[in-house]
């Protein structure tokens, strides 16, 4: 268990009223943290809690440490240096090498020594595990698929032919990387004929794809996703989606084809993108929008609509579905008051 | 092959009309029903099939079996009585025990001696499997989670490292268990950082997840679903989330982190719940709506719009957008008019 | 590498200006093609490129044809001429027979001596696969499922007990075939009951199934999903769903229990419908609407609305929920002026 000081050192911050040899149990919230544990305050809002947490240290802004009555470990951004000191406290990283007995992997894929093939994994022709990759139970890699330095499947995971992750990716379980994208061609009866989706799937460094996510490969150039994007789970990348670097995507989002969102871009829970648009970078998706048209500036847009009572809503609803007419409505209203509201209108107005 | 005395004491149903001694076959909704066949009917719109059904016996309420024309199982509440004398029906449960011989398990799990573990499992270091617990094909779980007695995982299912579940949980496949929760920290340059999730799950017991569903795990503590809560397919359960017992979530529901809902809840389809935010007991959303802040009272919440012809929806969807315009007129019109109504404005208005 | 000629049959198109027996090495976009590549116009928009591709012939429609600087191949269809021509390209498909060592197949399973079972699969008992099929690595098929001629599991997929396929149907990883419906009853304690799902999932010819997709088995009856249906990624049907032949429905729409999709219909991403409904042949549904009512005319339907700056959202939104007000102030001011215009009103007017 790390002591104090190595925390303080993992995270870049400064000990202010706290023994830097404290050894630390764990991480706890304010309100419940025992002594021994590590805690941290993100949100003056909970400032109050500081006169009485038991924690043995609490991560804080500079401004939070003025008079601070708990022991502190001062940083510019408690956030990062509450995920630098959090990372000390995960389980051990899987240390095995080399392929579990029940994992089969083909003799012309290449694995690195230092990877691990968990059980049960399938690893097909020509694929490429690079250093210190490690693939949890039951992931199945399809043909010269490519897994860079560093990354991690945690279990479950597909990744289709000659799809290409880059180095340190996570992908969690049940996601699918690679598989065909939607496309289609209409027969003349009316039919649907499946167009080959002869492109793949390109992901950058440090990218995680969240539990059950699926991103297509393109249709014939690639499917990009850029280094550093964060997926959430059960989110939707249709084939030719380019996701710009820093992007972060909450669950459920759905992107259409050929729709290319920009860098340092997040999106809320369940926003739909509606296919070949763009998305300029650094703007922000409220949940459960819909981006029907490109977006060219950066901030923050909308479309929800937010829960009402039943009784009021069917009231909205209703009355929502006769706008039009509300429209004319006034402008018939609009007219009779202007003509009568116009001087010789309203001399008119007072002979009949 | 159960007799129709057999399953009136299942469903705690009463004979009306028909012999106890009867051979049942199968289950066949009423207008479909063959000779042998068990029906039943839920909905008193449909009792004029009561005189032409060929079924063997009908499950009905008290009401309906009022001269009724077909032999009939009285019960209080038919769909109850119907849901357990259709389990009579259901294929007989595994009967297996011990581990399939292609299943891989860690030396440190313990199994249960009456639990099945199925083909191609992997079951790592430290898991605890109760006892009847039954684990379909190619399922993962991780290193000490906990299956309580009587849970089924039915295939291809992954529980992770410490999740917990109760007894007689049922996971239906693809359902992902305890994945990391979308916990990030922006950086000074506008990376994210990873927040360890060093929280876990916690399932009660009596649950259903639904296939491909995914629950994630706890940022510290844990997220939770309580007993006898019915999770549908394709549901995103974010981190920290709590779900009180006896809710139902129909399928592709999203709930965003460390959002609670309350006691015997019901979502429809698709609702998005966004995060840190609560729902009272016994609240219902309608599908496809958006919940964006606490609902504090039980009833019936709505903001979902339903479907137009596009040249209706078109022009109320442009109609909307000028709805502060259409505001603005209104309040100017109605100025215009109070001031003409006043009896001094009439004056000043005939002066003109 | 197929030569021009071959592409041509395949594709049912005329050649123009170009030799048939230039040797194709793939296929790119027109801007981006190299000697030796096929490319293809879909849109006229694009015609301009059409002087400048270095493509060594360009799939195009016969008004395109005319005067065209480039080498073509001229179909009436020319999505479907690039389908069948992009087909030549795609990865020689699997030409293994057998069953892979590392798959379990239960001894009363049937299996065709030409079809593949890979790595990892679970074939339970009773399960039929017919001539042709390939079933990629780490799939599961439950007992007496049924696999028709020359269908084709990618990977991780999951079919459930009695499920059928028809022939020729594709898979794609994370689909799960036949999990139970969500059917529950609710008893006097507000506790759900699990009402038995006894039907099971009937999947026609030629269908195409998604990555992380679910399809529910009926409760009674069987779930429908007939000839020729497109499904893409993370949609959800419920049980008892019936979805006509020729419909495609993009990612992440979501089908409540026993609604009925006409043929020939295409649902937009994200879309929901509600249970216990029918909706038409040939009716097209915009992304992220929502289909609460039957549907009893072809044509096209909408209800999502798209995204505005979150300051013009605000207003809209919050305009949106004094809608009621709205109507009845402007129903006031209409009596009001009403009055006034009638002769007699007016005259009342000038009376005060």
């Known amino acids: 268990m790390p002591i104090l000081g190595e925390i303080a050192a993992a995270a870049a911050a400064r000990l202010q009223g706290c023994n830097p040899a404290t050894v630390i149990t764990g991480v706890a919230p304010l309100s419940s943290a025992e002594p021994g544990q590590l805690s941290f305050l993100t949100h003056s809002r909970y400032r109050p809690f500081l006169a009485t947490t038991r924690a043995a240290a609490v ?41 579990h007995p029940t994992a089969w992997v083909s003799p012309t894929a290449q694995v690195a020594v230092d990877a691990w093939i968990g059980p049960h994994c399938t690893v097909e022709a020509g694929a490429i595990i690079e250093a210190g990759v490690i693939i949890g139970p039951n992931c199945v890699i399809g043909e010269q698929a490519l897994l860079g330095v560093g990354t991690r499947l945690v279990a479950q995971v597909t990744i289709c032919h000659r799809a290409r992750l880059g180095q340190r990716v996570l992908v969690h379980p049940g996601a699918v990387i690679g598989s065909d994208g939607f496309g289609l061609a209409l027969d003349d009866d009316g039919r649907w004929l499946k167009i080959p989706q002869l492109g793949s799937v390109q992901i950058g460094d440090d990218v ?89 500036q950066p901030g923050a847009y909308s479309s929800g609509l937010t829960v009402e009572p039943n009784r009021v809503w069917n009231k909205i609803s209703a009355r929502l579905r006769r706008l039009d007419e509300l429209f004319r409505r006034l402008t018939a209203l609009e007219q009779i008051l202007n003509h009568r509201h116009s001087p010789q209108a309203s001399l008119q107005d007072h002979k009949d």
């Open 59 to 99: 991560i804080l802004a500079p401004a939070d440490a003025v008079d601070c009555p708990a022991p502190a470990l001062v940083a510019a951004n408690p956030q990062i240096a509450y995920a630098r000191a959090a990372a000390l406290f995960e389980p051990a990283p899987e240390t095995r090498r080399g392929v």
């Open 208 to 296: 995680e794809v969240g539990a059950n996510t699926s991103i297509d490969r393109g249709a014939l150039e690639d499917t990009i996703i850029e280094n550093g994007v964060k997926l959430d789970n059960q989110i939707q990348v249709a084939h030719n989606v380019q996701i710009g670097a820093h992007s972060a995507l909450a669950g459920c989002v759905g992107i259409a084809g050929s729709a290319r969102i920009g860098q340092h871009c997040r999106l809320g829970g369940g926003v739909g993108v509606a296919g070949h648009l763009e998305i300029a970078d650094r703007v922000q998706i409220t949940g459960m929008s819909l981006v029907a048209q490109s977006i060219t």
